[in-house]
């Protein structure tokens, strides 16, 4: 991450602009209160000290940013900020389509969608959405269900 | 006539970036991330500035 992800000026400025970000040793304290077994992890946590996101293993630039992104909008999600949460899973499958975050980015774009309306057509977009550009994700398998919704 | 023109836009472009200031230090400088201190400076500045906490656990060796 030190040679190649970090010094990446793409992941240089969203971490700056968008976190607060603390390096911890893995023999510190705080690895094992997060339970950390491997290293690198990388863990997204809320401003109350709850984890909301993790990474176990190297990310190249290309991903760190687009994992970021889908574990901010998760955030908002988790707190029931669903119009926060949209724009972030919106941009990872916008900005990103190539990533293997863009389909999880979908489904909770449409779980966020639900959420503010009520409104099962909003998974059933979803998953014709899903169906149509990631076919083969596990995503598009979870969404299956709400293919039929009437 | 011509090399005349030329000569004098030249010195003019010339004299132009002797006056101009130096670059700073900060110019053509790439940003790095600037890590927190510790967990609870984080929390401090997460509830303050409303932003998530990066949690980067490493191996040092």
């Known amino acids: ?8 000026q793409a992941v240089t400025q969203f971490v700056q602009n968008n976190l607060i970000a603390v390096r911890v040793r893995n023999d510190q304290p705080l690895a094992d209160l997060f339970k950390v077994k491997w290293t ?3 863990v997204l946590v809320d401003p109350e000290g709850k984890e909301v996101y993790r990474n176990v293993g190297f990310l190249p630039p290309d991903n760190l940013v687009p994992a970021l992104m889908l574990g901010i909008g998760k955030l908002e999600l988790q707190h029931g900020n669903y119009d ?7 941009r ?8 293997e975050e863009a389909p999880e ?3 909770f774009m449409g779980v966020s969608r639900f ?7 909003m998974m059933k977009e979803t998953y014709n959405r899903l169906e149509a550009t990631y076919p083969n994700s596990s995503w598009t398998r979870k969404a299956q269900p709400y293919g039929s919704v009437k | 006539m011509r090399i005349n023109s030329v000569l004098m836009v030249a010195v003019v472009l010339v004299v132009q970036t002797m006056l101009m200031p130096p ?3 900060a110019e053509g400088q790439e940003q790095k991330i600037k890590w927190a201190d ?24």
């Open chain 1, 84 to 90: 926060k949460a949209i724009p972030h899973f919106d």
């Open chain 1, 115 to 121: 959420k503010m309306n009520s409104d099962l057509k």
């Open chain 1, 40 to 42: 690198p992890t990388l």
């Open chain 1, 1 to 8: 991450m030190d040679a190649v992800t970090y010094p990446n």
């Open chain 2, 38 to 61: 510790n967990f609870d400076q984080a929390l401090s500045l997460a509830q303050a500035q409303k932003k998530p906490i990066l949690l980067d656990f490493f191996n040092p060796n």
């Open chain 2, 23 to 25: 670059p700073t230090s």
């Open chain 1, 92 to 99: 990872v499958a916008s900005k990103f389509p190539q990533s």
């Open chain 1, 105 to 107: 980015a979908i489904y």
